[in-house]
């Protein structure tokens, strides 16, 4: 007996031994997704496969520091397989609970003369793609250094068709996204969203962008490879980095339908669950704002006859917004420093000093007489060292006044006249302010950010971020607006990074300011973005006076922000989408429907709906005659009656939509 367990325990050894050195490879949880790992010349890669085919070839992984390369000599020293499993609540979201499964390898590798430095890959494979990073233990011949290239590489197994931004060449990440193969890319912003001739769509971005540039894309050879390129400091330099550390996760969501990616949760749960514990003082909501009037330049941001952050104007949107159960008022132009140059000279902008015809005191004692809150605005003109010096007296003034939301603004192309907004500067000085916004209980809507990566878990204070083309581009965009299919592309690209504040909900599209730009939906479409575009603060952007008397604005005040539930019924990218979500807090259902420049006849199942049960369908749609270019304006309004195995056609004009509310009788 004694010789058989001691044989036993032999063979166990040895074959676990030997499961950690022949162990180079990964499957998802479902078995459909699979990663590989290996060394080659003395360089290590990975590849990936979707069900046996090939998403990437093998693709080479490394860095070169400021003293010289790490990515030669190097070889696999362990590997080491763990899994995990969880579900876990979100505050507020898309949906209230998100699954977390993964399977997890850790490569260590090291260099095998030398130095003999060293890192570890972590790659976490979920069901709907994967996440790695590089990890760079304490060791005594790496401490402080400095990171000049990524040599991270995503060799895509097609030249696939791409929707995708040029990195570098669009402020803030204000762009329309272009339709390109991948041979044609220059460098680009991530996220970068694909569909193959196979069938599959795939989303390359990245998650948890913690002191780190953000990541770019950067095409090498005619392979369709893809190389990391990171947003450099002004000194060419990317990271300042120390061991022990961690570098942000690279992703790769990899879908069967154009659906499916909204869908993914990948980059949430690739970042760490929340740090503030008590969550009750963060509230979404959907609000108004003195915003629209400035860009129509019937008022203006800085202090003057045609001041639009005035006691008396301030209280009159207050008015309308406890009326029609709006939860904030959003007041732009409050502060001193508007009347100077403030995208040059934002230095000069004071957070606690209000303009003489703005009462903060009385608006917000105003304000909350009739349950709404004042939404606070900090422009800072791109002045990142003016604001941090102010940082804390700015959110102290705040919260005395109950001000728990503030809109930040950074225009100006580089912070301080120096730094790119992407940058390691640009990353340290966003998470500064969102950390010290949370020890205020002040939620934050980041307008001219760095790609959202999913942080929102960690501080969800981070409400929502611009970084995408809004609404605003219809107000005075020389191009004419933001065209057709705008909106069918960005929640497949931008919105895989994270909520967008877009800001829908514009009624009047005369302009008499720039007559040629203007919105170019129908106004059935303007609803329905209120469902496609997820926002947990979300800004019905029009002024009010274009909302009295119009049957249609009662979408905009019935729809909620924070959802129970969401799916996507149908949607092919550039063309069409079809969004389906569940209040959080009541049995009913909310769908939007929207197409680029061709009119278009779209089936809804209902399959969504719970079975046996029957509902009221209340349907905005696109009245006779619509067509977005000449003849925006009519909504038809329907009620029906429905149950979950009833279909209802919807036929969309040009540019336009449907949305739907359904409540549970």
């Known amino acids: 007996m004694k010789l058989f367990l001691k044989l036993f325990l032999i063979v166990f050894i040895f074959l676990t031994a030997c499961g950690k050195k022949e162990s180079p490879a990964l499957t998802s949880p479902d078995g459909s997704i699979s990663v590989m790992v290996g060394a080659e010349s003395g360089k290590i890669y990975y590849k990936v496969a979707k069900n046996g ?21 190097i070889t696999i020293k362990d590997i080491r397989h763990t899994s995990f499993s969880e579900s876990w609540n979100q505050p507020w979201g898309e949906e209230a609970s998100v699954k977390n499964d993964y399977n997890q390898m850790t490569v260590d ?3 095998a003369g030398g130095m003999k430095r060293k890192f570890s890959v972590v790659f976490r494979v979920f069901d709907d793609g994967l996440g ?74 990245e998650a948890n962008l913690t002191d780190y540039a953000a990541m770019n894309l950067l095409p090498v050879g005619k392979a369709s490879v893809l190389k990391t390129d990171l947003t ?70 800085h202090q003057g006859p045609k001041h639009g952050a005035t006691t008396a104007n301030a209280k009159k949107y207050i008015d309308f917004a406890s009326q029609h159960g709006f939860s904030g008022v959003l007041v732009e132009g409050w502060n001193d420093g508007w009347q100077n140059d403030w995208t040059k000279e934002g230095d000069k902008f004071s957070f606690t000093k209000a303009y003489s015809d703005f009462d903060i005191k009385e608006i917000t004692k105003y304000a909350a007489m009739k349950n709404v809150k004042l939404v606070g605005h900090h422009e800072t003109g791109g002045s990142t060292l003016n604001y941090e010096k102010q940082l804390d007296s700015a959110f102290a003034f705040y919260q005395r006044f109950g001000v728990n939301a503030v809109k930040t603004g950074y225009v100006s192309p580089l912070l301080d006249g120096k730094e790119r907004h992407s940058s390691q500067y640009g990353v340290r000085h966003y998470r500064k302010v969102i950390e010290t916004a949370a020890k205020y209980h002040i939620m934050i809507d980041n307008h001219e950010p760095v790609m959202p990566t999913g942080l929102q878990r960690t501080w969800p204070n981070l409400m929502t971020q611009e970084g995408v083309r809004g609404q605003e581009y219809d107000a005075w965009s020389a191009d004419g607006g933001n065209p057709p299919d705008h909106t069918t592309i960005i929640p497949f690209t931008r919105g895989l990074a994270g909520p967008m504040d877009f800001t829908p909900g514009t009624f009047s599209f005369s302009n008499p300011v720039f007559p040629n730009t203007r919105v170019q939906t129908t106004l059935a479409k303007q609803l329905a973005l209120s469902v496609i575009i997820y926002s947990p603060l979300q800004m019905a952007s029009d002024m009010i006076e274009n909302y009295e008397n119009n049957p249609a604005f009662e979408f905009i005040t019935s729809c909620p922000v924070n959802w129970g539930k969401t799916i996507v019924p149908d949607a092919k990218i550039g063309e069409y989408v079809t969004i389906a979500r569940k209040d959080r807090n009541s049995e009913n259902w909310y769908v939007g429907s929207i197409t680029n420049a061709d009119s ?48 209802i056609d919807l036929q969309l004009a040009t540019s336009g939509g449907a949305a739907i509310i359904f409540t549970r009788l």
């Open 132 to 205: 790695f990073r590089y990890e760079f233990p304490e060791q005594e011949n790496l401490k402080d250094f400095v990171i000049m290239d990524e040599l991270t590489e995503f060799a895509l197994a097609g030249n696939h068709k791409s929707w995708s931004i040029p990195a570098y060449h669009t402020n803030y990440y204000e762009g329309l996204y272009r339709n390109m193969t991948l041979s044609e890319l220059d460098t680009v912003s991530t996220p970068l969203t694909m569909e193959t001739k196979d069938g599959l769509y795939l989303s390359i971005h």
């Open 53 to 73: 085919k090939a998403v990437l070839n093998k693709s080479f992984l490394g860095f070169v520091l400021k003293d010289n390369d790490f990515d030669k000599n």
């Open 109 to 111: 590798v090291e260099e």
């Open 232 to 301: 450099p400091w002004s000194s060419g330099e990317k990271v300042m980095m120390k061991a022990p550390g961690v570098t942000p996760w690279r992703t790769l969501i990899i879908a069967d339908k154009p659906g499916d990616l909204l869908l993914s949760r990948l980059m949430l749960n690739l970042n760490e669950p929340s740090k503030i514990e008590d969550t009750s003082w963060i509230k979404p909501g959907r609000y108004i704002g003195i915003w629209w009037g400035m860009h129509m330049e019937k008022y203006t941001w």
């Open 600 to 647: 278009r006849k779209l089936s809804l199942p209902l399959t969504f709906l719970d079975s046996g049960a029957k509902y009221k369908a209340k349907i905005f749609k696109d009245g006779k005659g619509a067509e977005y270019k000449t003849n925006p304006y009519p909504v038809e309004i329907e009620e029906i009656e429905v149950t979950s195995d009833k279909t």
